[in-house]
């Protein structure tokens, strides 16, 4: 018996949005994670450093933590929510980056960083929480058992924002001056 994995149909516009908007966010935050989990590698770290006055003032280890949290949020707001598996872990993955984003905007308004990384975090925050709401409240997504081909699914979006992560930290690497 084949076995198909579909998005379930949005039953509105505000529906469409919400997949969306979670899809998009677990890319950015896999790809940003990714990118500061990398920086366990000291080159990596140091070709990091000059590019946001901020890295210089976070611990190497508690930067790299940072990125693995964001990554596997990233990847719990995606992998959770498309194939059925665990569905609840999407939104709780949804509150846990906007938690991160809240204590990433104290951080900032400690150095007080105002104009462009407070305003950021609370956007981003904001976004993450409304994900967060809306899966875990409104518009909650069924679990559905657990096959090969929905296993199979999860590893490959996961190896695809992996990925998606490598790209563009192996580009700054291999093209900077």
Known sequence: MATSIALPQPRSIIGALVWAVQILMGVFWSVTG???????????????????????????PLFVFIGVCEF?????????????????????AALGLALIMLMAAGFHIARGEYNFFLPGNLVLGGIT??????????????????NTFRALTGLVVFGALALAGFAPLWYQLTHSQ
Not at 34 to 57: I, R, S, Y
Not at 137 to 145: D, G
């Open 34 to 60: 990714f990118g500061k989990a990398c920086c366990f590698d000291l080159v990596v770290w140091n070709h990091m450093l000059p590019q946001v006055a901020w890295f210089a003032a976070v611990p190497r």
């Open 72 to 92: 596997l949020g990233g990847v719990g707001l995606i992998v959770p929510a498309i194939t059925g598996i665990k569905p609840k872990l999407a939104p709780i």
């Open 129 to 146: 929480a409304w994900i967060g709401y809306e899966r875990w409240v409104v518009r909650p997504i069924a679990p559905a058992p657990i």
